[in-house]
Every structure is written in C-alpha cells, then in structure tokens.
Nanobody
Framework: QVRLVESGGGLVQPGGSLRLSCVAS????????MGWYRQTPGNQRELVAA???????NYADSVKGRFSVSRDNYKNLVYLQMNSLKPEDTAVYYC?????????WGQGTQVTVSS
C-alpha cells in the first residue's frame, strides 16, 4: 500500500507563486520517479514536471522557466515551486510516484489562478 498526500494548493493572483508538496508513504521501491500532473475539466491529465531519484528533471513546455520540481529522497517528498502563475495554470494538480509498472496517485489539490 502506497499513499500520497499533497498540500499547498489554493487561490493566487496572476503573476503570483505557490509551492506544492507531496509526501509518499508505504511500501516504496527504489529507484522511483516522482512527478506532478494536472487536469482540467474535460481534458486528459497531463505531465507538468517529473524528477528521478538521480535528480534528472522533465518539464512540460508550458511551464519551463516558471516551475521547478525538487525532491527529498530520504523523506520521499517532492515539491513543485510554481512562479509567474497564469490563469491557464488553473487545474487540479496530482502527485505521482512510479517504479517499474507500478504507479500511484495522490488525491489532487486545486490550484486556481485568478484576479
């Protein structure tokens, strides 16, 4: 059993910043990849950013230069620092952890960018 708990979502004005956090617990195998996805109504869940155990990162083109993903391997934590937020960043953000064929999701946290 693996559990992911996200925190840090909320309402922010355009141009503002938010930091999302996600902690994983349970039977976690290493190495693993942790990442953030987002979803808006009627659309598929899309990758925002991901980071490997070795620190390699991958970002969606739409967030490059604005978002930064980091992790604490010892605590099974992953962060998403979101700067220069835009209204189009509004979505439910989901934390993900995966290794091999196993993949687990958090419950999601709402991020709303609006004036």
């Amino acid at each position: 059993q693996v559990r992911l708990v996200e925190s840090g979502g909320g309402l922010v004005q355009p141009g503002g910043s938010l930091r999302l956090s996600c902690v994983a617990s349970g039977s976690i195998l290493r190495p693993y990849v942790m990442g953030w996805y987002r979803q808006t109504p009627g659309n598929q869940r899309e990758l925002v950013a991901a980071i490997t155990s070795g620190g390699n990162t991958n970002y969606a083109d739409s967030v490059k230069g604005r978002f930064s993903v980091s992790r604490d391997n010892y605590k099974n934590l992953v962060y998403l620092q979101m700067n220069s937020l835009k209204p189009e960043d509004t979505a439910v953000y989901y934390c993900n952890i995966r290794w091999g064929r196993d993949s687990y999701w958090g419950q999601g946290t709402q991020v709303t960018v609006s004036s």
